[in-house]
């Protein structure tokens, strides 16, 4: 390869990690947002829930639908019309004054990246034909998405430190702005011109039973899992899958070969990627609350917190795509998914108040074993496609993604929230009355603002009781991520070990250590 070629891929690739960081900044930078957020918009817990999963559930339902079309139609003017579509929600989120409109603006945000998000790495794909080369690319671009989702807080912390609230949503649009430009110039086009047509009915049917599954889910602690709303979304969902099955089968250009999930390099992959960030997701989303409310720390000092987080993932995201290489998918994710299972039981067994030197080790843990799992776990789902097909694979991959941090969150998050509201009135908050102990439940910022406003003599009382509440779910939820990613450990052993060396493959490697050395 030309050093002028190898230079363009580098571009090209820096280009596409931008648009992917901008989106994936958006995932996490609310959070550090959250307890200001309740106080201003007097938002309660469920709404803060809604805030955050708003934007990954209107991912996680078009993702699909998104790398199809940016597969035929091509995959430049889709990341071009999706950073417009970003920039441009990401301003009006500044402007809203309710937490109802800010919902609907993180719908929107999120439309605009799934868009965005399964065409970078279709676009890697097509520019890195050589699996050592792609494989080195995709640890790249899985260590900048992963570092969007871990510093967002930071950046949310350095922004609320200076500024009020919507300036989160504001930085988000220089970002995309840059990304508009530099896939203006410098990203190619590149689509799969013998699939022209689109699978109207794979699309309809795919983006309703992924967005009926994971509204269901959210919803089910807010009105109770065996409701009868509940259970008619979860058949009607489990329904509109299996026809959705059903029609791709007898398609002759299918959205998606729903049989590629018969082969483990997909599936497990797919499943691994969904848990670590289901665990992921829903730990950001209750530690920032437990470092602002509990501990006491800004927004600031809580975002710089959590830097141990960012810095492993990246870490562990470029060194597992090259272990994969070297020693296999299969025992790769399934150290990575042990150190989250181990990182998850270690914080659920730990004190309130220890030391913020523990805590390090403890995000370091899970950190590297994001990284460790979802970068060859990605690898893995693309190699099963040709490239053609690689908007469709990323958009897969996306979608498990999105839909596990969706589910991190409402799952995690509404653990978390009965356990602590079932806590409270066992407390002495059980003497406050009963408007006072119910806003509390909806809220810990409210239950934190009732015992500032409390009598001297019991406020430490309160103070205790909402910290020991708070606590309670933590625990509980975190080990139940543990247990989560110890599912996955068993679920990656079906993923393909150490590849099979070949003649062809030896002299891909020859060649790529010649060109590297």
């Known amino acids: 390869m030309s050093s002028r070629s190898a230079s363009r891929q580098k571009i090209i690739l820096g280009t596409v990690c931008l648009a992917a960081l901008a989106i994936t900044l958006d995932t996490t930078i609310v959070n550090v947002a ?29 993702v699909l639908t998104a790398g199809s079309i940016g597969d035929r139609f091509g995959r430049r003017p889709a990341l071009l019309a999706g950073l417009a579509g970003f920039a441009v929600t990401s301003f009006a989120g500044g402007l809203v004054d309710s937490a109802n409109a800010l919902i609907l603006i993180r719908f929107l945000m999120g439309a605009s990246a799934a868009v965005i998000f399964p ?13 050592r080369r792609r494989a080195k690319a995709i640890g ?57 047509r689109i699978d109207i009915p794979g699309l309809v049917l795919s983006t309703a039973a992924i967005g009926l599954l994971v509204y269901t889910i959210i919803e089910g602690p807010e009105s109770g899992w065996g409701s009868p709303a509940r259970i008619a979304g979860f058949l009607a969902a489990g329904l509109l899958i299996v026809v959705f099955i059903a029609v791709e089968k007898r398609r002759d250009a299918p959205m998606i070969d729903v049989t590629l999930f018969r082969n483990p390099a997909f599936s497990a992959a797919s499943g691994s990627v969904t848990l670590a960030f289901f665990a992921l997701f829903g730990f950001i989303f209750l530690v920032t609350q437990y470092f602002q409310l509990i501990r006491g720390y800004g927004t600031l000092s809580t975002g710089v917190r959590i830097l141990p987080v960012a810095l492993s993932i990246a870490i562990g995201s470029v060194g597992g795509a090259s272990l994969a290489v070297r020693i296999g998918t299969r025992s790769t994710v399934m150290a990575g998914l042990t150190l989250l299972a181990t990182s998850f039981g270690w914080i659920a067994l730990s004190p309130a108040f220890m030391p913020y030197g523990v805590i390090v080790g403890q995000m370091v843990l899970m950190g590297l074993g994001l990284g460790l799992t979802t970068a060859p776990a990605t690898e893995s789902i693309l190699s099963v496609l040709p490239p053609a097909k690689a ?37 002495r908050f059980s003497a406050l009355p009963g408007p ?67 003649v062809a493959s030896d002299r891909e490697d020859a060649e790529a250590i010649r060109l590297a050395g």
């Open 34 to 62: 959250l307890p200001e957020l309740s106080r201003q918009l007097d938002a309660s817990t469920r709404d803060l829930q809604w805030i955050v999963d708003a934007y990954n559930l209107s991912f996680a339902s078009l």
């Open 119 to 131: 065409t970078t790495l279709s676009i890697i794909t097509n520019t890195f034909p050589d699996r």
């Open 140 to 196: 790249i671009w899985g260590a900048v998405t992963g570092l969007g989702v871990a510093v967002g807080p930071v950046v949310g912390g350095v922004l609320l430190a200076h500024f009020s609230w919507p300036s989160v949503f504001f930085a988000l649009v220089p970002v995309a702005a840059l990304a508009f430009t530099a896939t203006w110039f410098w990203v190619p086009e590149s689509s799969n011109p013998g699939q022209a």
């Open 391 to 427: 908007g469709i694979g990323s958009a897969v991959n996306d979608a498990t993604r999105e839909t596990g941090g969706t589910l991190g969150v409402a799952v995690l998050g509404s653990i978390f929230t009965s356990l602590y509201a079932s806590h409270l009135p066992n407390t």
């Open 436 to 502: 006072a102990l119910q806003a509390g439940q909806e809220s810990v910022a409210a239950a934190l603002s009732l015992t500032r406003n409390a009598p001297p003599s019991g406020q430490q009382q309160l103070l205790d009781a909402v910290q020991d509440s708070f606590m309670w779910g933590f625990h509980i939820a975190c080990g139940v991520a543990a247990g989560v990613c110890l599912l996955g450990v068993l679920g990656a052993a079906l993923l393909p070990g150490r590849p099979r060396k070949t």
